[in-house]
């Protein structure tokens, strides 16, 4: 399926390449190389399809406004990507071969992104085990492999604050559980939450915690903020890393740009009773979700299943989160200064060599 350039639809327009490379026991890492995108061939007794042995990331490449390509904290995706394999029984690729694998399709495909400001290159790495053996332990082959899609906005071109519903049928984490990493089996199971939610006229679920069902974790596949207070004394604040929720590059991005915006920000759990009281006395002014395939995205309107229904402030998007939002922007797009050193650029030449072994 395309989609018309001009408003991709996220997931739909896939770039010309992929990159792909092979792990076996005794060997290691292998046959690394960019390759133009095609169907795979599997095994039907492919281990990964039958029992859940994969693991994703998901990160973007921005156009600069000099013409060259950024991506935007590549290496916590890297690290990220080796907690989900040791989570999963599989074996770690080293950083510097996916970030590797990474800048070979984005300069392969950065044609393939126009100039509109608001579009980006989409990377998609992934890998699963990927033996013809049914027995019920660790595939002892894998491969990985780097796709790219041209992405607009998640929900469309606009930032228009989203309504959610809490769910209390469902669960998407549990303690000890993989909730704290990318790994596929934690997506196809929330999708009956979602048609829920749709169902209740919203757009997104929200997860609680799965033991108490009252703290308040994460949104669809992206983290939740909440802003007390209004004006420079605003405080903003994000549940801590408990080990069920996803430790999201946006969520530790937007803790260290709140802070040097001269927020208060506090790591706090937050209760789905909290969260409506607290909005109708004014306190919590502001909710937003934040990932980096949908940014910044405000949250208007709040659907507790079954119990009660509340705006957060009046609806729109908040200041707080309007400017966290382009602050956030700013830097992934080079149009402010980069501190920390957030953009790896992408050199358009290719001289690579790769690290090998396991
Ligand atoms: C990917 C993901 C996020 C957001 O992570 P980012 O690194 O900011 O994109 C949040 N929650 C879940 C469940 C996720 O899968």
């Given at each position: 399926?395309?989609?018309?350039?001009?408003r991709?639809?996220?997931?739909?327009?896939f770039?010309?390449h992929?990159y792909?490379?092979?792990?076996?026991?005794?060997?290691?890492?292998?046959?690394?190389?960019?390759?133009r995108?095609?169907?795979l061939?599997?095994?039907?007794?492919?281990?990964?399809?039958?029992y859940?042995?994969?693991?994703f990331?998901?990160?973007?490449?921005f156009r600069?406004?000099?013409?060259?390509m950024?991506?935007?904290?590549?290496?916590?995706n890297a690290?990220?990507?080796?907690?989900?394999?040791?989570?999963?029984?599989?074996?770690?690729?080293?950083?510097?071969?996916?970030?590797?694998a990474?800048?070979?399709?984005v300069?392969?495909?950065?044609?393939?992104?126009?100039?509109?400001?608001?579009?980006?290159?989409?990377?998609?790495?992934?890998?699963?085990?990927s033996?013809?053996?049914?027995m019920?332990?660790?595939?002892?082959?894998?491969?990985?492999l780097v796709?790219?899609?041209?992405?607009g906005?998640?929900?469309?071109?606009?930032v228009a604050?989203?309504?959610v519903?809490?769910?209390?049928d469902h669960?998407?984490?549990?303690?000890g559980?993989?909730?704290?990493?990318?790994?596929?089996?934690?997506y196809?199971?929330?999708?009956v939450?979602?048609?829920?939610?749709?169902?209740?006229?919203?757009?997104?679920?929200?997860?609680?915690?799965?033991?108490?069902?009252?703290?308040?974790?994460e949104?669809?596949?992206?983290?939740?903020?909440?802003?007390?207070?209004?004006?420079?004394?605003?405080?903003?604040?994000?549940s801590?890393?408990t080990?069920?929720?996803l430790?999201?590059?946006?969520r530790?991005?937007?803790l260290?740009?709140?802070?040097?915006?001269?927020?208060?920000v506090t790591?706090?759990?937050?209760?789905?009773d909290?969260?409506?009281?607290?909005c109708?006395a004014?306190l919590?002014?502001?909710?937003?979700?934040c990932?980096?395939a949908?940014v910044?995205?405000?949250?208007?309107r709040?659907v507790?299943?079954?119990?009660?229904?509340?705006?957060?402030?009046?609806?729109t998007?908040g200041p707080v989160?309007?400017?966290?939002?382009t602050?956030?922007?700013?830097?992934?797009?080079?149009?402010?200064?980069d501190?920390?050193?957030?953009?790896?650029?992408?050199?358009?030449?290719?001289?690579r060599?790769?690290?090998?072994?396991?």
């Amino acid at each position: 399926m395309s989609a018309p350039a001009d408003r991709p639809g996220h997931g739909a327009a896939f770039t010309g390449h992929m990159y792909t490379m092979s792990w076996t026991a005794g060997r290691g890492w292998h046959a690394p190389g960019l390759r133009r995108l095609a169907n795979l061939s599997v095994h039907p007794g492919t281990l990964g399809l039958h029992y859940g042995q994969v693991i994703f990331e998901g990160l973007k490449a921005f156009r600069h406004p000099g013409g060259g390509m950024a991506m935007f904290r590549p290496r916590l995706n890297a690290l990220r990507f080796q907690r989900s394999a040791r989570r999963l029984a599989m074996p770690e690729l080293p950083a510097a071969d996916f970030l590797l694998a990474l800048e070979e399709v984005v300069a392969a495909d950065h044609a393939a992104l126009s100039d509109d400001p608001e579009h980006s290159l989409y990377l998609r790495p992934l890998m699963y085990g990927s033996e013809a053996n049914l027995m019920l332990r660790p595939s002892e082959e894998y491969e990985f492999l780097v796709l790219a899609f041209v992405a607009g906005g998640f929900f469309g071109d606009t930032v228009a604050p989203v309504s959610v519903f809490v769910s209390h049928d469902h669960s998407r984490a549990l303690p000890g559980g993989t909730g704290d990493v990318k790994c596929a089996a934690n997506y196809g199971p929330s999708f009956v939450a979602q048609r829920a939610a749709a169902d209740a006229g919203c757009q997104q679920v929200v997860w609680l915690d799965s033991v108490e069902h009252r703290w308040v974790e994460e949104m669809g596949g992206m983290n939740l903020f909440f802003v007390r207070g209004t004006g420079s004394s605003a405080e903003v604040i994000t549940s801590p890393l408990t080990g069920t929720l996803l430790p999201g590059v946006t969520r530790d991005s937007l803790l260290v740009l709140a802070a040097r915006h001269g927020y208060r920000v506090t790591e706090e759990r937050i209760s789905v009773d909290q969260w409506r009281t607290e909005c109708a006395a004014g306190l919590i002014t502001e909710t937003f979700a934040c990932g980096t395939a949908a940014v910044v995205t405000p949250v208007g309107r709040v659907v507790d299943q079954g119990r009660s229904s509340w705006t957060v402030g009046d609806g729109t998007m908040g200041p707080v989160t309007a400017h966290l939002r382009t602050a956030l922007t700013d830097v992934q797009r080079g149009r402010s200064a980069d501190p920390d050193g957030w953009l790896h650029l992408v050199p358009s030449a290719a001289h690579r060599t790769y690290s090998g072994g396991s």
